[in-house]
């Protein structure tokens, strides 16, 4: 069973996102804040981390640098698609359509 | 005419008049001395003549007086029986020379004895000697020597013809008798052209005539003319009449040259002064200067010429120093008010304008403090700042530098004021941004989650009322999402809170992005969707041109029921211009100004269809606009489709 990491300040977005997956039989650890997120990247080694971009604490950009070396895949939950690693990462535009969420994800999975 | 003409003139007239009027003065006098001179010689000449004619008349009549009285003419009374009256005639004859005949008659005329043989024993009455011309006669009464009783008379009967021998003819003169009576002429002169002898002179245009009479008796009938030709007795005065005319010409060509010399010198000082007036006028080089030798008055007129054209050149000069200064003093109050206006921060303001003012007054001391002090003070206050700037010096200021401190004052104030309202504007405008920005993440996570749902409930929904009321959900969401981003774009733009970031992209690639997001909406409504094939690099700020392309043809889809939507784009100069056209609903001319307002949908029989936040336009107007163009609007009217362009400037 494959292991995905959401990073996501809305527990709402989180909650929808938990429900879509797990229908697809995926494991899904929540991290409310960029903090979190770090710590369980290091502590679940998850196979896809799906990071929305704006969070208080730490931006998801900021958290795609620290891990960038672990060469776990990132999908960006962004409203902006213009930024400085467009062609290195994986986006999905708010709103989140699912049927384009779920596609994106299998696709990785592969 | 120019002085120095005039000068020649009057120098010319001047000398020629003296000296013309003393040459003609000398030349008549030496005309007339010599003229006088030559009737003189010629008086004298003829005087001489006439002297010499008198004395042989008068010894002639002396002579005969003589011989009648001699006591042998007794025998007249005897007829001169014995020849003795005509031998004495003989003797005389022999003796005087006679230039004429000496004829004794008795009283009744009969001719007793002569010296010519043939006419002793004629009448003398009857021969007709008295009235000829060819003698002049001489007769002398004979009285007896022993009664004095008349008895006959001696004719001496001179042959005219011998007046001859005094006369003479030279290239000068000529001389001639003439016998006024009778008209009878004897001597060299051809012809008389007048006739009223007596003692005069005549003259023609050849000829001098002098006329003497005589006043003894045998002659009183006679006058002696003497004619002299001018041409030669006048020769000598011709040749000084040339000799004259050469040296007046001489003179005048002396004084001539003499007359110009003398006023070119004069002028031509003058003439330097003019033209060195004329130079500086025309060239307004009032270094130049007059340069004159001489000692005269000409020499005080170019030394003041000089003098007062160097006063006009120290005066320009300082007049273009003084110019100077004042410009520089100009520029650095200037540049001193351009700097102190210039300040941004409000704890700047006191200190750099203190450092610009001590620049600017050089011997004024400039410094700050808390309270008022030294010889004028001016105070500056702000919300933070209570401080005044003290000027001060040795002496006193006058009135109008005050008011200029406190003009500075016054500008370091307004400074102040400005800077305040900049920083309270500025906190204003971030706290809009800072509020928009939170405002549009925190709307539309909401909206993320309402939309997001409504899809995942969808997926295992059977009941196909339930799924529709479900996608209905989902539709009003994006929706709602979609006018929530239009209000948020335009509280941006109205906080001017958007930023330009230009960068280098394809058009290509911006236009496939395009495509992917309308070519779906596009779809649903069978329109055809035509891009433009052609790929150039553009520099400009992508999200925004995406932005407005987005818009247009969103509004394009929107309102065309079919036919199709085309896009086109050209580059012209510095600009880029695009193109939205589509075969939509068109809109009405009047409603064309409308079209950029605000919250503005046009009234339309179709409008409740068309739900919007009305702002789509606005925005791409305003993007094109911070872009550096414009958006314009073309159609045809009602149903005939319409056509949106705008243009982006890359620089």
Request: aromatic letters at 12%; hydrophobic letters at 40%.
């Amino acid at each position: 069973m494959k292991k995905i990491l959401i990073v996501d300040d809305d527990p709402q977005n989180r909650y929808l996102l938990k429900l879509v997956l797990q229908k697809e039989n995926i494991e899904v650890i929540e991290a409310e804040t960029g903090e979190d997120g770090l710590k369980k990247i290091d502590d679940e080694h998850p196979d896809i981390i799906i990071l929305d971009v704006m969070m208080p604490d730490i931006s998801g950009f900021q958290i795609y640098e620290k891990i960038k070396d672990k060469n776990i895949p990132v999908i960006f939950l962004t409203a902006v698609v213009d930024n400085d690693f467009k062609n290195e990462v994986e986006y999905i535009v708010k709103p989140v359509d699912i049927n384009v969420l779920i596609e994106t994800i299998k696709r990785h999975l592969k | 005419m120019s002085i120095r003409w005039k000068l020649f003139i009057a120098l010319f007239l001047l000398t020629l008049l003296p000296y013309g009027l003393v040459s003609v003065y000398i030349f008549k006098y030496v005309e007339n001395y010599i003229r006088e001179n030559i009737e003189n010689q010629q008086i004298q000449n003829i005087n001489l003549t006439k002297k010499n004619i008198s004395n042989y008349f008068t010894s002639l009549l002396k002579n005969i007086t003589f011989w009648s009285k001699a006591q042998i003419l007794d025998d007249i009374l005897t007829n001169d029986v014995d020849k003795r009256i005509q031998i004495f005639l003989d003797q005389i004859e022999i003796n005087y020379h006679l230039k004429g005949l000496l004829i004794v008659s008795n009283n009744s005329g009969y001719i007793v004895a002569s010296t010519n043989r043939k006419l002793v024993g004629k009448n003398i009455f009857s021969l007709g000697f008295l009235e000829s011309n060819k003698y002049i006669q001489i007769k002398l009464p004979i009285f007896a020597s022993f009664n004095k009783k008349k008895i006959g008379y001696i004719y001496h009967l001179f042959y005219t013809k011998n007046l001859k021998d005094f006369l003479f003819k030279n290239n000068l003169s000529s001389l001639s008798m003439v016998n006024i009576k009778t008209g009878y002429k004897v001597g060299f002169i051809k012809e008389i052209p007048f006739s009223a002898f007596n003692d005069s002179t005549f003259e023609n245009d050849k000829y001098i005539y002098y006329a003497k009479t005589f006043s003894i008796t045998p002659l009183k009938n006679w006058v002696l003319i003497s004619q002299i030709n001018k041409d030669i007795v006048f020769l000598p005065l011709k040749e000084i009449e040339i000799y004259f005319t050469g040296v007046f010409l001489i003179g005048f060509l002396v004084i001539s040259v003499f007359a110009f010399y003398i006023s070119e010198r004069l002028v031509k000082p003058i003439k330097d002064i003019a033209d060195t007036m004329e130079y500086v006028v025309k060239t307004e080089d009032f270094s130049k200067r007059v340069f004159y030798k001489g000692r005269d008055e000409i020499h005080v007129l170019s030394k003041s010429f000089n003098y007062m054209l160097s006063q006009i050149e120290k005066a320009l000069k300082t007049i273009e120093e003084e110019h100077k200064k004042r410009l520089e003093i100009l520029k650095n109050l200037l540049e001193m008010f351009s700097r102190i206006t210039s300040i941004e921060k409000e704890e700047d303001v006191l200190n750099v304008s203190v450092e610009e003012l001590k620049r600017f007054f050089k011997d004024i001391e400039v410094k700050i403090s808390t309270k008022k002090e030294g010889k004028c003070s001016v105070h500056v206050k702000s919300e933070k700042i209570n401080r005044y700037i003290i000027f001060n010096r040795d002496k006193e200021f006058t009135e109008e530098e005050k008011n200029f401190f406190i003009s500075i004052g016054k500008l370091i104030n307004l400074i102040l004021e400005k800077i305040e309202l900049l920083n309270k504007s500025q906190q204003a405008s971030k706290a809009k941004s800072a509020f928009i920005s939170n405002m549009s993440h925190e709307l539309r996570t909401p909206l993320n989650s309402i939309i997001g749902f409504s899809q995942y409930l969808q997926l295992d929904e059977k009941d196909t009322d339930r799924k529709k009321a479900l996608k209905s959900i989902e539709t009003s969401g994006k929706y709602l999402l979609e006018m929530i981003n239009d209000i948020l774009d335009f509280a941006k733009i109205e906080a001017g809170a958007v930023k330009v970031n230009k960068t280098i992209f394809s058009i290509k690639e911006l236009f496939n992005e395009v495509e992917s997001i309308i070519r779906p909406l596009a779809n649903e409504k069978n329109l055809n969707l035509i891009f433009p094939d052609e790929d150039f690099k553009i520099y400009t700020d992508k999200k925004l041109l995406k932005q407005i392309l987005l818009n247009l043809l969103s509004n394009a889809v929107k309102f065309t029921e079919e036919g199709y939507i085309k896009v086109s784009v050209r580059k012209e100069d510095n600009k880029v211009i695009f193109s939205v056209k589509d075969t939509g609903i068109g809109i009405k001319k009047e409603d064309l100004k409308k079209l950029f307002t605000s919250f503005t949908q046009l009234e339309n029989p179709l409008q409740k269809r068309y739900k919007g936040t009305g702002l789509g336009l606005t925005i791409a107007k305003e993007y094109a606009s911070l872009l550096g163009g414009d958006i314009y609007v073309k159609s045809e009217g009602e149903g005939k489709g319409s056509e949106f362009s705008f243009y982006i400037k890359e620089n």
